[in-house]
């Protein structure tokens, strides 16, 4: 009978990898002049971005009307795409800092990446809410609790100043964590380099790190504490977001399930986005022997779970509607999947709960073509999720007389290339200017990194 | 060597390939008696505090004091809005209604902690930022950045030599051992602040923000599509308009519009009707007669003198105004100066649009009352 050794764990690189290949594996992007390649897809997302910006140039210019929203569907595509996006951010803090309390090395491979998606996801949230929602954006400093001639202060029970808190806090503190492992990676980098703007650059953003065992002390220490904030913070994010919804009372959006639903529906999708973007880095920049098929695999699985837990709630959606006697309820559910948005329906249900199942297969979940591809459909799913939650339940409540009907401009259509233009011109000068592995984090868990104590 | 470099050592530093061997190196350094030395590895070794006997970072208790400092700032200070300053009432619900601060106290907490504790770590624990270290740019300090790990004993430790240190660490089986120096020029840094260009720098970059600042709180910020609500697109009365064939922004009514409380007047150009048909509906109360003469003062005062002797200003202007308390006045019945004010006489114009029917009534009885005044019954001195 053979038995398995569970406290072995997986390698987490395919074959020996020295510190000196990882320094040079990681450095090579940004040392040498960025290839063709990289040109044709930064200027592909470029071009996505000033789609983006040319449309809501036009509304900051012209207004909101210029959109597809109306009275009473007055939220559309903007939260749509603000909640989509915090969501993808989720998966970042999901791995950077859940995934190292639970002292899951493979993370280390992947964490910086995934960091940087947090951080570009939210700023891609924070441009729909402030930029595109807001409408007059010069006065969204009205948000924040400032002293004032008014002698006004925000509502502080209102959700929508708590998101403001939540999102804030939430892209400070991913940024502090993200740096604060950045800043050793810029001392090998100031080392490394032979280019004197660079070293200066790197210098300043090394602070002198020095690789000194005391200060290794206290900042290992540190990373725990942030890790340890993070994740109570990084599932408040999306609770408080969630909250924008469920404290209303319009049918639909007024259910306890919502902030959990939000966070493993935030999870899945961002594993996605993840998946999708790391698929096209390790192959771009040959890091496969670093980003290696297990990571994929486990982001898979991971999004298989989340993937179930999505299918759950909108079960349990289904079964609260018809259990709570009310006859709104009951008419949302049907109206989402009947009504005139239900080709959305769909789309949400067979993508977020049916495609993902394949994933059950090894075989669907180690192939790279087929996982790229259902995370795509995933993204596509989550985005629709979001869609079908906002519109169906602001486009018919109550009263049949004030129901209304969305359907898109193409200034909407301008606005969600933003969102993926903004994010993907950020991803490509991230990969170009920084380490887009944590280069002190990866030789850590490399096989022989830590002491054997003369085994 | 010479004594001048000497004095300028920092310090002895050994290179080493393994974890396990600067593991090894550290304990026997501690071992030995040095207190001051640091092992530098590219990234944290297990095990290599306690073999430098290194206490636990207490850089939680900093964490712990940010982040109680943060909720209760927070709990304070939503708690002073919502009750003292700027309460709101909200469906009736409680001005303290602490669950509602839940998020933004947790929000707060979580980023005082991170972002104070983040900062005590860097400046109070690891004194950065700090790019003249002696250790910088050195030989050793470009291995250990990429795969080495090293430990250096520091020249001001009490039984540091020379020497004996280098030996140590050739016992202890390091394969480079080097000193390093400090530029003691390095670790001045008066000359570098008082160094004219960089005033000139600080003073370049403090005149540009001043100026950009200046530009767009005063300039830019007024440009379009900034807009701040002061100029609105909507129409005022009097206002002109393309929008109407007209050009006049002020829409008269619908013909056929009746004005809201709008009564026709049944007696117009019939004075003897009105006179006949017409009856005060007020009686003189105080409050009727107090209305009454706000109302006489206001528009009829003008013309007729305060008291209705007709001595107003306008004497000798115009055809002089009668007085009201002429017996013919007196012998009118309510209903004739009802119609005199409703339609005018003479030199007098219709008070209709400004005075409502019931003030033009309340007018009558004060009238009434400054006519008994000057022909008063034996019973009004009672």
Not at chain 2, 92 to 113: N, Q, R
Not at chain 2, 240 to 265: K, L, N
Not at chain 2, 278 to 289: A, G, H, M, Q, Y
Request: proline fraction near 6%; charged fraction near 15%.
């Amino acid at each position: 009978m053979t038995t398995i050794d569970y406290t072995q764990e997986p390698a987490i690189t395919i074959g020996v990898v020295t510190s000196a290949e990882i320094d040079a594996a990681i450095s090579a992007p940004l040392d040498r002049f960025p290839s063709r390649r990289w040109w044709i897809a930064f200027g592909i997302a470029l071009m996505i971005l000033s789609m983006g910006l040319a449309s809501v140039t036009a509304i900051l210019f012209k207004g909101l009307g210029l959109m597809g929203f109306n009275q009473p569907v007055a939220w559309a595509f903007d939260i749509t795409n603000f909640v989509f996006w915090v969501g993808i951010g989720h998966a970042g803090t999901l791995i950077s800092a859940i995934l190292f309390l639970m002292r899951q090395r493979w993370r280390n491979a992947i964490a910086r990446f995934a960091e940087a998606m947090t951080i570009f996801a939210v700023i891609c949230a924070g441009m729909f809410v402030s930029v595109a929602h807001l409408g007059r954006v010069w006065l969204a400093g009205y948000l924040l609790p400032y002293p004032n001639q008014h002698g006004l202060w925000i509502n502080f029970i209102s959700p929508l100043v708590w998101d403001v808190f939540a999102v804030s806090t939430y892209f400070t503190v991913s940024l502090v964590f993200w740096y604060l492992g950045l800043v050793p990676d810029f001392a090998t980098l100031r080392d490394r380099t032979r280019n004197k703007h660079k070293k200066l650059a790197y210098s300043i953003l090394s602070l002198g790190w020095r690789f000194s065992n005391r200060h290794w002390s206290h900042y290992e220490r540190m990373y725990l504490i942030l890790a340890g904030f993070a994740t109570p913070l990084v599932l408040s994010v999306h609770t408080i977001v969630s909250f924008d919804f469920a404290v209303s009372v319009l049918p639909g959006w007024h259910s306890t399930i919502f902030p959990p639903y939000f966070v493993a529906g935030a999870v899945f999708s961002g594993f996605a986005m993840v998946q999708n973007v790391l698929i096209g880095m390790r192959k771009f920049f040959k890091l496969e022997k670093i980003i290696t098929l297990k990571h994929l695999e486990n982001m898979n699985k991971v999004m298989l779970a989340t993937g179930m837990m999505v299918g759950y709630a909108y079960a349990v959606e289904f079964f609260m509607a018809w259990y709570s006697g009310s006859q709104f309820e009951r008419f949302v559910f049907l109206n989402r999947a009947l009504g005139p948005y239900a080709w959305a329906y769909w789309i949400m249900v067979s993508c977020n709960v049916l495609f993902v199942q394949l994933f059950w297969f090894k075989k669907i979940r180690t192939s790279i073509p087929a996982m790229f591809a259902i995370g795509v459909l995933v993204n596509v799913g989550m985005w629709f999720e979001r869609y079908v939650i906002i519109v169906t339940s602001l486009s018919r409540d109550f009263l049949p007389s004030s129901w209304g009907h969305f359907s898109p401009t193409i200034f909407d259509f301008g606005v969600l290339a933003l969102g993926f233009g903004l994010f993907f011109t950020l991803v490509l000068l991230f990969v170009r200017f920084l380490p887009s592995v944590a280069i002190a984090e990866l030789k850590g868990v490399m096989e022989n990194a830590q002491p054997h104590y003369h085994e | 060597m010479n004594m001048a470099q000497k004095e300028n050592l920092y310090a002895i530093t050994g290179l080493f390939d393994s974890p396990d061997a600067v593991l090894h190196a550290a304990e026997e350094t501690e071992k030995a008696g040095y207190t001051k030395f640091d092992v530098h590895t590219p990234y944290p070794v297990h095990g290599m505090d306690r073999a430098m006997k290194l206490k636990t970072s207490k850089i939680g208790l900093f964490a712990f004091a940010f982040g109680l400092l943060g909720a209760v700032c927070a709990v304070l200070f939503i708690s002073w809005v919502t009750i003292k300053d700027y309460p709101l009432v909200i469906g009736g619900k409680p001005f303290w209604s602490w669950p509602a601060f839940v998020p933004v106290s947790f929000e707060v907490t979580v980023l005082a902690t991170s972002v104070l504790s983040t900062l005590a770590m860097i400046v109070l624990y690891f004194k950065f930022p700090n790019n003249a270290h002696p250790l910088h740019d050195t030989p050793y300090m470009k291995s250990i950045s990429s795969n080495r790990f090293g430990i250096a004993v520091q020249a001001d430790d009490p039984k540091f030599d020379e020497k004996e240190v280098t030996g140590f660490f050739k016992s202890l089986g390091s394969k480079e051992i080097a000193p390093v120096y400090f530029v003691p020029a390095d670790q001045d840094m008066r000359p570098a602040l008082f160094d004219p260009k960089f005033l000139g720098l600080l003073l370049v970059i403090g005149l540009t923000a001043s100026a950009a600042t200046y530009f767009t709180l005063n300039k830019i910020l007024y440009l379009p599509p900034f807009d701040w609500m002061m100029v609105q697109p909507k129409l005022k009365a009097q206002q002109p308009s393309s929008f109407f064939h007209d050009g006049i922004g002020m829409r008269p009514p619908v013909e056929g519009t009746v004005a809201r409380g709008y009564m026709p007047y049944p007696y117009k150009g019939k004075p003897e009707e009105a006179g006949k048909y017409l009856i005060n509906p007020l009686f003189p109360t105080k409050e009727v007669l107090d209305r009454g003469q706000q109302k006489f003062l206001t528009y009829c005062s003008p013309c007729h003198g305060n008291f209705g002797r007709g001595d107003s200003r306008l004497q000798g202007q115009f055809p002089n105004p009668p007085t009201l308390l002429s017996d013919k006045v007196r012998s009118w019945p309510d209903g004739s100066i009802y119609h005199v004010i409703t339609e005018g006489q003479n030199a007098m114009p219709s008070y209709a649009s400004q005075v409502s029917r019931e003030d033009r009534w309340a007018i009558i009885q004060y009238i009434r009352a400054l006519q008994r005044a000057q022909h008063a019954h034996e019973s009004d001195f009672k």
